[in-house]
């Protein structure tokens, strides 16, 4: 069965204290891992989608990685308007019929 | 352009209601979805439509009917709901979902807030 995990499952930081996301799989045929955000009450907003490990991706303060078995999201000086959750979700499956959300991680950053 | 659109944004219904929620996209996308997100979990995957058709139904009750009356427009009709279907529901588009293909990214709508009294 395919499964993702988050870690951790909430952090707090100070405004300008990087920090890093993890998102941790194990899935028949990875097609895709997908990083979003998600504020309180609003639909997810698409940020990443990396596809083979090794790739990096890179937006504004945010930048995340793929290995073989776990994505990072990276946060450079984040600010208090990074406030939010951010959820991975995999592609897999013979057919990629298989998309999968981690639970996710509630991200707070303090001014 | 990655807008999908959905109403109404929030919604209170009774169990003996009939409601329905819509979701639109103009992205020429081909493939469309329907999830349910519960506070502090993360969305289910509930239907997929592929070019109009469903395509995959995560075994959800028939109280939830969806429809695809053509390829910018998704409906969800809601009929003899019970409380614990008070969420989040989402629509989402992708370009489409190719057998043996890679999916495209799935681009979400704001969510439709749903209450049942």
């Known amino acids: 069965e395919d499964q993702v995990t988050q870690s951790p499952e909430a952090l707090r930081l100070q405004e300008g204290e990087s920090s890093s996301l993890n998102c941790s799989y194990t899935v028949s045929g990875l097609r895709g891992l997908f990083w979003y955000r998600q504020d309180p009450g609003k639909g997810p907003e698409f940020l990443f989608t990396l596809y083979s490990a090794g790739e990096e991706k890179e937006k504004e303060r945010l930048k995340a990685t793929l290995t073989k078995k776990e994505s990072f999201l990276h946060i450079t000086a984040p600010k208090p308007e990074d406030s939010a959750t951010y959820l991975c979700a995999v592609q897999a499956g013979n057919y990629g019929q298989n998309f999968v959300f981690g639970p996710g991680t509630r991200l707070s950053v303090l001014p | 352009d990655t807008e999908v659109t959905q109403t109404p944004k929030h919604l209170v219904m009774g169990m003996t209601n009939k409601k329905s929620l819509k979701c639109e996209q103009h992205?020429?996308?081909?493939?469309m979805y329907w999830y349910k997100q519960k506070a502090k979990k993360p969305p289910e995957l509930m239907f997929v439509y592929s070019y109009e058709k469903l395509s995959i139904n995560e075994s959800v009750p028939s109280r939830f009917s969806p429809e695809c009356p053509n390829s910018s427009l998704l409906n969800l009709h809601l009929h003899a709901l019970q409380p614990e279907d008070s969420a989040l529901y989402l629509c989402?588009?992708?370009?489409?979902?190719?057998?043996?293909?890679?999916?495209?990214?799935?681009?979400f709508g704001p969510g439709t807030r749903l209450l049942v009294l």
């Open positions: 992205m020429g996308h081909r493939a």
């Open positions: 989402a588009s992708s370009q489409e979902v190719l057998a043996g293909g890679t999916q495209e990214t799935q681009y």
